[in-house]
Nanobody, 123 residues
Framework: VQLQASGGGLVQAGGSLRLSCAAS????????MGWFRQAPGKEREFVAA????????YYTDSMKGRFTISRDNAKNTVYLQMNSLKPEDTAVYYC?????????????????WGKGTQVTVSS
């Protein structure tokens, strides 16, 4: 499975961005998809995840209500809509594919990773 994230950029605090992650490969539609982020000097942290069939979602509490994960199975693409952005949301955002919900919040629980996309929120 190959993953390509895009949509990052520079935005002012309070603004919005929508990240996209295009998945390709013969079995890419069988995977759940997740977003993680990593700020300079910090560990990679879980943001949100979505299942591949009925679209079950899971979020880190601190981002619930501001971030929304969704997917378009016809396009094999997952989105992360980020609203009310804060400077502390500045990070490289990574998309990943997984098969086990039990490990979904841990980077080690992901099976495939895409290259990250930089999100910078100015104050």
């Amino acid at each position: 499975v190959q993953l390509q994230a895009s949509g990052g950029g520079l935005v002012q605090a309070g603004g919005s961005l929508r990240l996209s992650c295009a998945a390709s490969g013969p079995t890419s539609s069988n995977y759940g998809m997740g977003w993680f982020r990593q700020a300079p000097g910090k560990e990679r942290e879980f943001v949100a995840a979505i299942g591949w069939s009925i679209g079950s979602t899971y979020y880190t509490d601190s981002m619930k209500g501001r971030f929304t994960i969704s997917r378009d199975n016809a396009k094999n693409t997952v989105y992360l809509q980020m609203n009310s952005l804060k400077p502390e949301d500045t990070a490289v955002y990574y998309c990943a594919a997984f098969t086990r919900w039990s490990d979904v919040t841990a980077p080690s629980g992901m099976d495939y990773w895409g290259k990250g996309t930089q999100v910078t929120v100015s104050s």
